[in-house]
């Protein structure tokens, strides 16, 4: 008997894995026609949207993703490969603000003010795909970031009939956590899509790239900027 449920148990087991395995791979597959990572072969569009993630590690080193999708924002804006950059990221608190971050560095890279545009509220990859569209009616713009966030980034911006491209960036080579935990992030987001059929938790007035939008002020949540930096912020 209890051989019998250990084997049932295995079984089991061995059939999540393979579906969770199979799940995985369907998403890659899916999206690979769409995915570049040869700048000079990607498709022009006007937009860039770069994923947001956090510039440091909890040890303090540069975080190698963020540093890539830095790099290779600036390179298809230099290319003209884009027109406008689109940073879609967290604003959790006045100390951790993924957007404004970005945006400091991609000046430094040459890129000028007033070809970027901030959204505040991504908060997710589905909110931040969602609302590039919702929000900044943009229907037809490149994602930036590495080839593994392309896929799931491009697998729901398929899902909700949106047209998106995506330039993968270089991958950091100690990735195996980072990949596991994507697997488990492209469950969450099958589950969003196809069970709970999730939206972004905030959204926004439309409004045209690049059409300048002053930042409220007195808002919380909403970080204090100088006066030149009004113009260039829709949130």
């Not at 009939?161 to 469950?187: H, N, S, Y």
Request: charged share 25%; proline share 5%; net charge positive.
């Amino acid at each position: 008997m209890r051989k019998r449920l250990l084997y049932g148990l295995i079984i089991i087991l061995g059939i999540a894995l393979a579906t969770i395995i199979l799940l995985d791979r369907w998403i890659a597959w899916d999206t690979a026609p769409s995915i570049y990572e040869n700048i000079e072969e990607l498709p022009a569009r006007d937009v860039g949207m770069v994923l947001g993630t956090s510039k440091y590690y909890t040890t303090g080193a540069i975080n190698l993703y963020y540093s890539s999708r830095i790099q290779g924002a600036a390179d298809a804006y230099h290319s003209g490969k884009v027109k406008y950059l689109l940073l879609s990221g967290d604003n959790g608190d006045h100390s951790y603000n993924e957007p404004i971050t970005m945006r400091k560095d991609l000046i430094k890279a040459g890129v000028p003010a007033s070809k970027i545009v901030l959204d505040f509220a991504g908060f997710r990859t589905l909110d931040s795909i969602v609302r590039t569209r919702k929000v900044f009616d943009t229907d037809n713009f490149t994602i930036i970031t590495q080839r593994f966030h392309c896929e799931r980034a491009l697998f729901i911006a398929k899902h909700k009939g949106i047209d998106a491209q995506c330039l993968a960036v270089p991958t950091p080579k100690a990735m195996f956590k980072v990949r596991i935990r994507e697997v488990f992030a492209r469950l969450g987001a099958l589950a969003d899509l196809y069970i709970l059929n999730r939206e972004p938790k905030f959204l926004g007035e439309q409004e045209s790239i690049p059409a300048p939008i002053k930042m409220p002020e007195g808002i919380k949540g909403y970080p204090a900027v100088s006066p030149d930096e009004l113009t260039v912020y829709k949130i």
